[in-house]
């Protein structure tokens, strides 16, 4: 069964830093893409930061040059440094991997969130 840990949010001051992890079990984490979403109250969930099995991470325009999204696949975690964060940031963040899951196809896991909260 896939799981999906997120932790490391928190309240942070604008132009501050966090480092959140997603905790994964259950995945052929090595092999599954892996990315961050984020959603502000009364807006739709965004995608932040992505990194697929093979790497090369992409980001959001609004969070390039500021979060970087890495992995170690030998701890199954994934992570997002967040560096100079703005009010705009503040949202509940939520880690997914796409599993594929033989005849099923690829299916979408999600983690709970974890909320960052930018202000000062």
């Known amino acids: 069964q896939v799981h999906l840990v997120e932790s490391g949010g928190g309240l942070v001051q604008p132009g501050g830093s966090l480092r959140l992890s997603c905790e994964t079990s259950?995945?052929?984490?090595?092999?599954?893409?892996m990315s961050w979403h984020r959603q502000a109250p009364g807006k739709e969930r965004e995608l932040v930061a992505g990194?697929?099995?093979?790497?090369?991470?992409h980001y959001a325009d609004s969070v390039k040059g500021r979060f970087t999204i890495s992995r170690d696949n030998a701890k199954d975690t994934v992570y997002l440094q967040m560096n100079d964060l703005k009010p705009e940031d503040q949202a509940v963040y939520y880690c997914?991997?796409?599993?594929?899951?033989?005849?099923?196809?690829?299916?979408?896991?999600w983690g709970q969130g974890t909320k960052v909260t930018v202000s000062s």
């Open positions: 997914k991997t796409e599993q594929p899951e033989g005849r099923y196809g690829v299916l979408d896991y």
């Open positions: 990194i697929p099995a093979d790497g090369g991470a």
């Open positions: 259950g995945t052929i984490f090595e092999r599954n893409d």
